[in-house]
Every structure is written in C-alpha cells, then in structure tokens.
C-alpha cells in the first residue's frame, strides 16, 4: 500500500503504562547513577486515526495521566485531522494557563511527537525527512552522569581522565563532564570541578572538545573562577553553572569568559524565554530540549530563532524526536549521548524496543533512520503483555 494522501481524523488516544527493567537508580536530587537491575514503569501514548495509521510516544506516567488523557488530550484530538499539528498543538498550549499545572510542556511533547510519528507513517517518510532533511548523521558527543562516591567509577578527578579517554576512544567526538552534586558529601565544589576537568584535558590532549555542565546553584563568583578555569583548559562550552532565572547573571558571567556560555537549559517559557536569554546577551550558544518544550515544533523555532542571531542553539538530551530535529537543522552541531558512565551499558536494550534507539557508529556519528516516522523500535508484545494499567 503507497502513502496514503486522504485526510484522516484521529479516532483513538489511548495510555498503556507497562512493566520495563532498568539498572538505573536516581538519587534524591534526581541525578541517574548505575544501580541493580529492577522493574520501573513507563507509559506508551498511541495515537490511531480513522484509517488505522498509528503514531507513539514513549513518556513517564505522571505526563500521560488518566485526568490529562480524558480531560485534555481527547476533547482536543478525537475527530480532528492529525496533520493539522499546529492548530491541536496550540489549543493544549492554551489549556496549560487553566491547569493549574497539571497539563506540562512534557505531555504537549509527547503528544506533538505522536502526531509526527503518526503523519511520517501516514507519508512514508521519516520524520527527520519530513522536517526538511539536513544530514542522514549528527557527531555524538558523551554526557557523563553525575560524580559519585563509586570506586572505579565517577568518583575522582581520575576518574573521569580515564573515562574521558575511553570515550574518546569508542568514537566519540566530544566529552561533557556532569561533575558532583549533592547528595555527594563533598559536592558542590569549583576547586573538585576544576580539579576533573584539568585531568580530562590532560588526558585527551588539546584537541577533544570539551563541556562542562557544573552544580546548578554556584555563586556569581564560584561560576566565574570555575569559568577561568576552563578559559585556562580551552573548554568548548559551559553550561548552567548557576540559577538560570537569573538572566542578568549569565549577561555578567559571559561578557568575562571566552569559554562560550550555552543555555538556557532548564527555565521554563519555551521560545519566549530564549529570546529573551538572547536579547540580553546571556548566552553565546543557544539550548533547547524536545521533551521539555513541547515538542518537534516548539524547539525548532528556538533553533530558527538562533540562526537568526547567527548563534548556535544545541538540543539538552537524546531520543528519537530529538535526533529528527538534528537531522532537520544546520545550526545544531552535536547528539548528546547519554548519560554514560563506567559501570554503566548503555547500549544494552531495554525490554520494551527490539534495538538500541541511537547506536553509535564507527565514525562516531549516530545516523538517522529511513524508516516511517520517529523510527523507534517499540516491542509492542512485551509492552502489551507488562501492560498493568491503561486509559
Ligand atoms: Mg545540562
């Protein structure tokens, strides 16, 4: 059967929560270490239109919810036509004011996903094709966890010299060091920062381009004598060493640095926010999030956003729609793999896709799909059989 160029209307919206294993534990600041094999739960939306065509989305439950579902996301999708993403898009956008909170930047997310996985099957086109088709690879950089107390692990400055070096090793084009957090006793400290980040340079020579992305709450003046540092060490980027709802202290930090200032990661307001990081001078490289702002759409008008300033603007985090997005855009330079760490596989498969969702390959790169849609590989017979709740 060729594409299919009739229109359609959605006719199912439907969760599935199911049972998947992970070795990842998360510690009570929320940063992921490596931990023992245990079962976690993971909600699949499944969006299916009049002519059985379906489009997915993989996202935690607290996002897909049973009240989000019935009171958001069918009154605003059944019957509508799917490739009219905007308009579905925008009316959700506009219940989030009235609720109270409860309908986040990360449910529009999955939701704008699921339509673009639903048109690229519908199409027969990949999604990252779909967008524009920029380049088929993107050059993967490795994003370590967090610092830990685990010996052999994250737990010193050599530590990460030799991980550093391991991961350039495997292909990896770039390295970005996460250093300690709390919970760690000794953390936050510029001087432990410092201290792994020289030992990164040192051990993978003058020419890896190197991150830091530090504790998120330093001082003004820790953020800028850890900032000296890498100035010293020729980082390539440093990223959210301080609160971000503080613009106008990312204007300080960058007008002192060399070291290119990137954010704004983790505030809130989408496109609006980023122009106003821009407008202010805060930023030298732009950054935005799939997940975190809505979705495909919503962060390719950051990206456009930043190519209108001449700037860069680099996508926080992994996964298929981010990857589609990277494949669409010129001004996007890195895949963020991750996060990696020592005792960690992150290439093994979980129990709920048939393969690995953004292999390496031997360049380094990982390459785009040219299979219909996002191009997960979901295992919908395990996801059916764990199913232990569903709306
Ligand atoms: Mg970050």
New binding site residues.
Partial sequence: MGPSTSRATIEGVSVRVFRTTTRLVTDSDGHAHPGERHTVTRALLTLTDSEGVTGRCLAAEADLGEAQVAGHLRPVLLGRDPSERAALWQELARRQRGSAGTLRDRTLAAVEQALWDLLGHRLGQPVWRLLGGMRDRVPAYGSTMCGDEVPGGLATPEDYAAFAEKLVADGYHAVKLHTWMPPVPFAPSVDMDIRACAAVREAVGPDVPLML?AHHWYSRADALRLGRALDRLGFLWY??PMEEYSTQSYRWLADQLDTLVIGP?SVEGRLHARAEWIAAGACDILRVGVPTSGGIDPALKSVHLAEAFGMECEL?GGGAGTLALLGAVPNSRWYERGLLHPHYDFDEVPPHLTRAADPLDAEGCVRLREEPGLGESYDLDHIEAETVRQW
């Fill in positions: 992305d990223e959210e990661e926080h």
